[in-house]
């Protein structure tokens, strides 16, 4: 077996890499304490151009998330531990078995923005150069696609023109479908410190919800999921009518501009239907209208609510056709900007990791086949688009895909329409999964499983959304027999009789030939590629060790900043395109049977499946549960007060989570976070319930918008358990898991409560102290247990009716204690004596509770969340939470 | 200066020396007093009794007031046979002693107390089959060098005097028809945990027994005959409860019942005729009351003080009081009825392994009853909500656990 020769990490000094989350791609400076005990430090990295030394809530407790908890550490074959020949080896004998009984196209991978470029690299020219079937797609499907298809269709590539900057350098800003203070918080905090700087700056935010990135808004359109494109459509004809576009710009460099103003104005009759279409007040719309047109720096920013949408695509254009036609773009405060989801779904890109894309910015064109089968030396080339993710799944459900390996993602939890994944993927005769946690709802599923290098292990390159590439570098050495995935991949490769294609025996070796694909032929003889970084295809192994972040593309060694001001778009003829966007209504809209329309997204503090994250108790403790916002008009009609349980139903699945009433929900419409999954919850997922109709351009995935109905989920009884063993429950309903400092938490509800397996073994094994409270009439109004044992607190149960109003972060702090059972016995009270409540952590940074935050403001008449930071230190690191402190001064007053 | 009224006060327990305070609290007392006490002692405390028979505690410690302070106030005592009262003559006012004195009286008092139940079964005039009452009967439970012995009763009393005379290096067994011990204050679940804390200290226990008869061999008594068991003892002490002694009441006329009947402003039939302490029997709106406890006895003292002063015309008002013990170093505190009717609401926490309870009857938002065991915190608090009947909903869910788990007002 070859080993894996990748350059060993110096533990000796602190290490320089990029943060594993969301893709601004943040540097990280990691002072390795223990590489045995992997304890790290975890600093923003103060040179780094993404986030000059500032980090989110996430990012800082990354050092928490990185214990050999959890941890795949073998490959296994149906649940037995092998050595890694036997598992590459069956892996290399079904993969060719499938080939050569069904095709290449019946083989599909599945990678993750969560891969780094080189691994990406890998996979991509296994799949696409030498498997020859372009069954290639990721997750990225979920998160850029439709920006990925919206810039190709303007720009002919998928160019982002500008760069982080200019959200500082804006006079105006509008955010669109974005979350920024909680999705990339990063770059909200230098947003918020810009406008602090420069007041007259003006921020607009266009989302359903008010969000807590409203707190910068000067002006919040709460617009009516699915017509965005509309309002941009309304954007472009009062540009046109006010004469605020730029002629000359548009007759230099673009073409279509007339057909799509012609649509655009086609698709409403006057402002005022446009405003109602869009659920808008008039005057707000001809508020941002006026804004945008008189400001020259203006910057557009969006994520995922326009990305996620059957009309992804067209929103997209619809954005850049406004940016083209004042000739906004690529200039410096000025521009479209897309905010990308993960830490490197754009090295995924880059490499052509998605299932319509070659290699290296390259399609699908016999001369790009051409050009990429000749660099890699090989004549299997795949010649067609392959399946995206959506369809993907339907193939292997009908049998035209056998053979699936899943990298680094959790599709189960993230696709939609999530029991038609399980289903298909019980059907499929190999299903292989590497990945660096053990039990994921994913690899539930898999008949192998391989130990893929975590974040803190690996070594290779990112790029983040303003097309950043960084270096990310190992922390540690590799547990157990984890690998990289670029090795993995390569050593299947080899075995498939690829040796000399796949000889790589580092990531710089893949770097390097990355690099030069990417230069190959892009030049006017060939043809004209927007992503080259031809220039670092001869960089030496210690030059790539130590690289420092730049951008792409790099032309004559240097790094362009910005693109598309004097045009030069990756089109024939080098001129951008307008696209007309027809705007047509949501495919899938409510009904009378599900009346209501469910978005989804994220919380502050969790990232994706929250194999992470839920490590981390701080992180726990923002959102400890799944649970669906609700208008409190809403939760009237439909009978769900605050903090009960209710089941949600869509056309493809139910959900039981808890009801929380926000004013920041639009009426008609509800919102569930997409975090938790089947390890960690019983009932609690949303991609159950989210349809699975994708943009018919980026076969992106409609998330953000699918009919629902509600009921209150009556049960039996509704209980917490604290303890320091973690467990399992069979015959509960609703379960959720919150890990905790010294332990687990459940919150729990339904039948069999009674009756826990759990509680009789406790019983057995430690002292029991009891509380009960029997009201006449019910058995029980109240019932709760502490177990102790050598004078540790084991396991608390708070048994009650409703979510029992316990201070969980009490009762959780109550098992680092020593105590007698007097004393522990109180602790059953549920709460703690006199004013020592907390209250629930809204700073996660320093720990500290909303009521000692509200008691706080209130004893010293605090105005500003500047100044609670004083006092508390709250808010003072990522200022993740600034908004949410702000909100609480603003209820006190 | 005319002669002052002659006030006879009939015993000299604790209920008759703190009338006695209350008399003479201001210095003088318009009163010629004359206190007479069937016991050799002057008054002591009876219920230290208990630390007496353990050691803890000597002589000094349980007297209330010693014979100078008698004289000093004046007061005539006479104990023994020259105070034990064998008659009264309500129509010439006037008692009569054992030893033949006779004392005129214009007020008379009534504090002769109580008498220990004795069981009927055969062998109970045996010699070492006594009661624990008096100085007199610790003084009896430590001559001889006893080595087995049977406590039969399972209330406070016994187990005090269990503990005692293990203490002294004894081997006791405790005989109780009840479940558990001390039933009257504990419900089964603290009555168990008081039961394995005693057991812990070498005190052996007979539950749900039934005593056959004592068996003697030439007239003491070597043995305990229980329903299927045997249990050899040289003595035996019977903490059978108490009655109340009213057999001088009885014998000239005066109204009584289980007690001697008196009204809240502790009247006797007879205008002349007061009397206080346990062994009066109060009609009390439609209920019939007993006193055992010290603290209610003490204020019949204030109320027949204030009525012999001529001062205001107090009157009982019957408060429940809560046991506040500690038994054999374990805190109790109960009050009320803690033992539930079918239609009352029970809050309990239980730590059976460290010997804590807690528990609250509730009803109609009202407490009800309250039981604390092994730690007695907020016993006081509970009893004031009792008292004051608070509805307690409001906080319920930190009721049980204390007033500085309340939140914040």
């Known amino acids: 077996m070859a080993v894996c020769a990748s350059v060993k990490p110096d533990f000796s000094k602190t290490i320089n890499t990029t943060c594993a989350y969301c893709g601004v791609g943040c540097g990280i400076t990691a002072n390795v304490i223990d590489p045995d005990l992997h304890v790290v430090e975890i600093k923003g990295r103060e040179d780094h151009p993404a986030n000059y030394g500032r980090l989110c809530s996430k990012g800082s407790a990354l050092g928490e998330t990185v214990s050999l908890e959890g941890r795949l550490l073998h490959p296994k074959i149906h649940g037995k531990t092998v050595v890694w020949s036997e598992a590459l080896d069956e892996v290399t004998r079904r993969l060719q078995e499938t080939i050569e009984q069904y095709g290449p196209d019946a083989v599909a991978l599945y990678g993750s923005g969560q891969l780094l470029t080189e691994d990406y690299y890998v996979a991509n020219k296994l799949m696409k150069g030498f498997i020859g079937s372009a069954n290639m797609d990721t997750n990225s499907r979920l998160c850029m696609a439709s920006t990925v298809a919206g810039q190709k269709r303007a720009f002919g590539s998928d160019t982002v023109p500008n760069t982080y900057q200019d959200l500082e350098m804006a006079s105006l800003l509008i955010l669109v479908g974005s979350n920024t203070a909680w999705c990339h918080p990063v770059l909200f905090q230098r947003i918020r410190a810009m406008k602090e700087q420069r007041p007259e700056m003006k921020v607009v935010v266009i989302d359903p919800r008010k969000t807590d990135t409203c707190d910068i808004a000067d002006l919040h359109l709460p617009i009516r999921p699915g017509t965005d494109a509309l309002l941009f459509n309304g954007l472009l004809s009062w540009l046109a009518e006010q004469g605020t576009i730029d002629l000359p710009y548009i007759e230099k460099h673009t073409n279509d501009f007339g057909q799509s103003l012609e649509v655009a104005r086609a698709s409403f009759r006057d402002y005022s239907q446009l405003s109602e279409l869009c659920g808008l007040d008039q005057d707000t719309v001809f508020q941002f209208f006026h804004w945008f047109s008189t400001t020259e720096k203006t910057v557009t920013a969006w994520s995922q609510g326009v990305n996620q949408s059957s009309s992804g695509t067209d929103k997209v254009n619809a954005i850049i056709n406004c940016h083209l036609a004042t000739g906004r773009i690529g200039l410096p405060g000025s521009g479209p900007l897309s905010l990308t989801g993960q830490p490197n779904a754009m090295g995924g890109r880059e490499v052509g990791g998605l299932a319509n894309q070659l290699a290296a910015h390259m399609d699908f064109s016999p001369e790009d086949i051409d050009r990429v089968g000749r660099f890699w030396g090989t004549t299997n080339m795949a010649r067609s688009l392959g399946k995206t993710a959506v369809d993907l799944f339907r193939a292997i459900d009908r049998g035209a895909i056998r053979f699936l390996w899943v990298m680094g993602t959790n599709p189960v939890v993230s696709m939609p329409d999530g029991k038609s994944i399980i289903k298909a993927l019980k059907k499929c005769p190999t299903v292989v999964v590497s990945d660096c946690i053990e039990k994921t709802d994913t690899t539930a599923l898999a008949g192998i499983v391989l130990p893929a290098a975590p974040w803190s292990e690996k070594d290779g390159t990112v790029t983040n959304s303003e097309r950043r590439i960084s270096r990310q570098r190992a922390l540690f050495q590799l547990a157990g027999e984890s690998k990289p995935d670029w090795w993995i991949l390569t050593q299947v490769a080899k075995r498939l009789g690829h040796s000399d294609a796949f000889d790589f025996a580092n990531s710089a070796d893949i770097f390097r030939e990355h690099a030069a694909l990417s230069g190959f032929e892009n030049n006017a003889a060939g043809k004209i590629r927007d992503f080259n970084i031809g220039t670092k295809a001869s960089i030496s192994d210690h030059e790539y060790e130590s690289m420092d972040p730049f951008q792409w593309p790099v032309i004559e060694d240097k790094s362009q900043q910005r693109l598309f001001s004097t045009g030069g778009f990756y089109t024939e003829d080098r001129r951008a395109k307008f696209v007309p966007t027809h705007w047509q209504k949501a495919a899938n809209s409510i009904n009378a049977e599900y009346p209501l329309l469910l978005n989804t997204g994220r919380v502050r503090d969790h990232w994706h499946t929250m194999t992470r994250t839920g490590l981390s108790p701080r992180l726990n403790q923002h959102t400890d549960e799944p649970f669906l916002a609700i208008h409190p008009e809403d939760a009237g009609s439909w009978q769900l007060q605050d903090q009960m349980l209710c089941k949600v139903s869509s056309e493809f699945g139910d959900a039981i989570v808890r009801v929380k009433h926000s004013e920041a929900q639009r009426v008609g419409e509800v919102f569930m976070p997409m975090h938790w999954t089947r390890q960690n919850s019983q009932s609690g997922f949303c991609g159950v319930l989210v349809n699975p109709v994708v943009d018919p351009v980026s076969k992106q995935p409609d998330l953000k918008h699918t009919p629902v109905k509600l009921e209150p989920f009556y049960h039996t009884g509704n209980g917490v358990l604290f303890s320091r063993e973690q467990l399992s429950f069979t015959g509960v309903e609703y379960v959720t898991e919150v890990r905790s400092e010294q332990g687990f938490r459940y919150e729990l509800a339904g039948s069999g409560l009674d009756n826990l397996s759990a509680l009789s073994d406790f019983n057995k094994r430690f002292e029991k102290i009891e509380y009960v409270d029997a009201k006449s009439g019910s058995q029980y109004d109240g019932c709760r247990v502490l177990w102790l044992d050598q004078h540790q607190v084991q396991a608390i149960w708070m048994f009650g009716e409703g979510r029992s109003a316990c201070d969980r972060q009490w009762l959780q702090s109550c098992f680092g204690k020593s105590v007698t059972a007097l004393e522990a016995w109180y602790f059953l009270s549920g709460t703690p004596p006199k004013g020592e409540d907390a209250g629930r952590q809204v700073c996660a940074c320093f720990g500290v509770g909303e009521k000692t935050i509200c008691r706080t403001v209130r004893d010293n008449n605090l105005r500003e969340a500047a100044e609670v930071g004083e006092y508390l230190k709250a808010g003072t690191n990522c200022g993740s939470c600034v908004p949410e402190i702000r909100q609480l001064i603003a209820s006190i007053e | ?409």
């Open chain 2, 1 to 409: 200066m005319g002669e002052k009224p002659k006030l006879v006060v009939i015993g000299n327990g604790m209920g008759g020396v703190r009338l006695l305070e209350q008399l003479f609290a201001k210095g003088s007392c318009p009163f010629e007093v004359t206190v007479l006490s069937a016991e050799d002692s002057t008054g002591y405390n009876r219920i230290q009794l208990s630390k007496l028979l353990a050691g803890a505690i000597d002589l000094d410690g349980i007297q209330l007031k010693p014979l100078q302070w008698y004289q000093e106030q004046g007061i005539k005592l006479f104990t023994g046979e020259d105070g034990q009262v064998v008659n009264i003559d309500r129509d010439l006012k006037q008692v009569s002693t054992q030893s033949g004195k006779t004392f005129s009286y214009d007020r008379l008092v009534l504090a002769t107390g109580s008498q220990p139940n004795r069981i009927p079964v055969p062998g109970a005039d045996l010699k070492g089959v006594m009661s624990f009452r008096t100085l007199q009967d610790v003084n009896r439970m430590l001559e001889g060098n006893h080595q087995y012995v049977v406590v039969i009763g399972g209330g406070l009393l016994g187990l005090e005097c269990a503990s005692g005379l293990v203490q002294r290096g004894m081997s006791v067994t405790i005989v109780d028809n009840m479940p558990t011990p001390m039933a009257r204050q504990l419900d089964s679940d603290a009555g168990l945990l008081l039961r394995q804390t005693l057991e812990s200290r070498g005190i052996q226990f007979r539950s749900q027994a039934r005593l056959k008869s004592y068996d003697g061999v030439d007239g003491h008594v070597c043995g305990v005959q229980l329903e299927g068991d045997y249990l050899p003892a040289s003595l035996v002490i019977v903490t059978a409860g108490v009655r109340p002694d009213i057999d001088l009441m009885k014998a000239c006329g005066l109204k009584s019942q289980r007690g001697v009947l008196v009204n809240d402003q502790l009247q006797t039939s007879d205008p002349a005729i007061m009397a206080m302490g346990e062994c009066v029997e109060m009609q009390y709106s439609d209920q019939s009351l007993l006193f055992g406890l010290v603290a209610p006895v003490y204020r019949h003292a204030e109320i027949v003080a204030s009525h012999l002063l001529g001062g205001s015309r107090e009157a009982f008002v019957p408060v429940p009081i809560p046991t506040n013990l500690k038994v054999d170093g374990v805190d109790v505190f109960s009050s009320g009825e803690f033992n539930p009717a079918e239609s009352d609401e029970v809050s309990t926490l239980h730590a059976p392994d460290s010997q804590l309870y807690r528990k609250l009857v509730i009803n109609n938002n009202r407490i009800k009853g309250v039981l604390l065991y092994g730690d007695v915190t907020d016993g006081l608090w509970y009893q004031e909500l009792m008292a004051s009947s608070t509805d307690i909903s409001p906080f319920r869910q930190q009721l049980l656990f204390g007033q500085r788990f309340l939140p914040a007002a």
